[in-house]
């Protein structure tokens, strides 16, 4: 056996069948005990978000973790986010004229000031309104000249964030870090934010059977042999996954 890095989302894929889990958990502390393999969290949650759910559920501590739909990432036992991620963001992000733009949107309601961050401005959005508001948004901040992204996930959340930021583009930093090819390193996932983990990538992915809409309707149109399909939900499609690549 060889190490492999470990890259999860948590709500509905690692976390949402304990049972699972806590299966889920042992052979991943096993395999990084024995061999060396690195678990790293991927996560639209703010850090406070993410500490709350650790009172909740019984996670692993991550060797790396990425919050805020990877536009923050923090090494284990830090409390300050990486710098040099921070200040590779930071070039030519408008984030007042990204939020001012938004609030041009009657339709998009502003997330928690927990959810708020440096380089993430997030809202609520339904599904019905999301087809019209989404293509005017991303017009209007590219007629501000805002280089940024829109991302729809989970039917209900939209984030902004900077173009050269997003679950997929965090992975490869802290890989490249770590120093793992993307032949050993697997991303899991279950809506929208997840696609940047997927989409045109050597690593190996893994989709949980309980996926979103949005997230399986990409996965079809864009098959690629590097990806898989569980059948079984959150931690247990993750376990499946695992074993279809060979990882354990």
Known sequence: MKP???????DH???GDDRAMHVLNQQLEQHRQQYGTKLVYSTGRSLTSYRHLTTEKSLLPPDILICAVGTEIYHQDSEEPDSIWF????IGWQRDVVANSAAR???????????????KVSYFLSEQAAVEVIPDLEALLEEQGVDAQVIFS????????PRQANKGMAMTFVRQF???EPARTVACGDSGNDI????????????????????????RAHPNPNRYLALAECAGGILEGLQHFGFL
Do not use: M, Y
């Open 196 to 219: 940047a983990l997927f989409c045109d990538r050597s690593e190996r992915g893994i989709i949980v059977g309980n996926a979103r809409p949005e997230l399986l309707q990409w996965h």
């Open 178 to 180: 770590l120093e793992f």
């Open 4 to 10: 492999f890095l470990f890259v999860t989302d948590l």
């Open 87 to 90: 200040q590779k963001l930071s």
């Open 13 to 15: 894929t690692l976390v």
């Open 154 to 161: 989970g039917g209900k959340d939209l984030d902004i964030l």
């Open 105 to 119: 949107f009657v339709d998009l309601t502003p997330q928690p000031d927990s959810e708020q961050r440096p380089f």
